[in-house]
Nanobody, 127 residues
Framework: QVQLVESGGGLVQPGGSLRLSCAASGLTVSTYNMAWFRQTPGKEREFVAAVGWNGRSTNYAGSVKGRFTISRDNAKNTVYLQMNSLKPEDTAVYYC????????????????????WGQGTQVTVSS
């Protein structure tokens, strides 16, 4: 049974940093494309970042490029999202997600392509 558990969210001032973690069980993150999405009330879930199973490819939403970094620790079977220079508009519930099959060549930002989701962690950027 696949389980993704996010942690690391919280309240931070504009310009601050947070690191989110996604601990996986039931799969090996080194063989799956892993992604982060976020959602605010009344809006659709949106893509934030993804890392390919081979570790060589990453994708970022334009709104976070240059500020957020996705990474993976295979030994800990955990995926991270380092968020720097946070803005109030980054406030959202952040979700970790992965696709159904391992070694997928398509690293997408489409919600429908991801079937396993964590419960989410709240990030609030406010002074």
């Amino acid at each position: 049974q696949v389980q993704l558990v996010e942690s690391g969210g919280g309240l931070v001032q504009p310009g601050g940093s947070l690191r989110l973690s996604c601990a996986a069980s039931g799969l090996t993150v080194s063989t799956y494309n892993m992604a982060w999405f976020r959602q605010t009330p009344g809006k659709e879930r949106e893509f934030v970042a993804a890392v390919g199973w081979n570790g060589r490819s990453t994708n970022y939403a334009g709104s976070v490029k240059g500020r957020f970094t996705i990474s993976r620790d295979n030994a800990k079977n955990t995926v991270y999202l380092q968020m720097n220079s946070l803005k109030p508009e980054d406030t959202a519930v952040y979700y970790c997600a992965t696709q159904r099959n391992p070694r997928n060549i398509r690293i997408t930002g489409t919600v429908a392509d991801y079937v396993y989701w964590g419960q989410g962690t709240q990030v609030t950027v406010s002074s």
